[in-house]
């Protein structure tokens, strides 16, 4: 099955920008037209199109994308055993974070220097549109606890979010140009 298609998600009508695997089953992609899609990782079905950016969506991130991406290398587990006993563990964890965090949000960056934090498995409406930069947004990411969100644009910023309401906390400025990237990981 190594370097074969296993299935391909048509729908948008211009570039896709980012794609992410959430852990409830669905897959989130971003597009140069304006649109965040919603597909079922089983069949490819699309389940719904988010809209309300006005310019290209850039970037993705899920306040599980921490846990997704770590799976069962969280620093303190140093044995676990079979292959098996692996993905139970990383199942266990999942759910120890969606237990705790509740819904899987996600929260989108655009060329209309807007955010937008959403609830993609059950509704196609924002649940906050967070504004405040002057320029594009490159990158958003969840810190590993998903109470922050952190975004990255060209407007020379960082800028701080509540990751379960979207209401802007601080700015982090005193980079001299755009900033492209930003890590969460405190």
């Known amino acids: 099955m190594i370097g074969q298609s296993v299935?391909?998600?048509?729908?948008?009508?211009?570039?896709?920008?980012?794609?992410?695997?959430?852990?409830?089953?669905?897959?989130?992609?971003?597009?140069?037209?304006?649109?965040?899609?919603?597909?079922?990782d089983h069949d490819g079905v699309l389940c719904r199109t988010l809209q309300g950016h006005a310019h290209w969506v850039n970037t993705l991130c899920l306040n599980t994308d921490y846990v997704l991406r770590t799976g069962l290398f969280e620093p303190a587990n140093k044995n676990v055993g079979s292959p098996g006993d692996m993905q139970q563990v990383a199942?266990?964890?999942?759910?120890?974070?969606?237990?705790?965090?509740?819904?899987?949000?996600?929260?989108?960056g655009s060329d209309d220097f807007t955010l937008f934090l959403w609830q993609p498995a059950t509704n196609?409406?924002?649940?906050s549109r967070m504004t405040g930069h002057q320029q594009l947004v490159n990158q958003v990411c969840f810190s590993p606890d998903a109470r922050l969100i952190a975004s990255a644009s060209f407007d020379k910023s960082v800028k701080l979010?509540?990751?379960?309401?979207?209401?802007?906390?601080?700015?982090?400025?005193?980079?001299?140009?755009?900033?492209?990237?930003?890590?969460?990981d405190w």
């Open 91 to 108: 199942l266990s964890r999942y759910k120890e974070v969606k237990e705790r965090i509740g819904d899987e949000l996600l929260v989108s």
């Open 124 to 127: 196609k409406k924002p649940l």
């Open 161 to 184: 979010w509540d990751g379960k309401t979207g209401k802007y906390i601080a700015s982090l400025r005193g980079h001299v140009s755009a900033v492209y990237q930003v890590i969460c």
């Open 7 to 40: 299935m391909i998600l048509t729908g948008h009508s211009q570039s896709v920008t980012c794609v992410r695997w959430g852990g409830d089953g669905l897959i989130y992609t971003s597009s140069h037209d304006r649109t965040v899609k919603v597909w079922r």
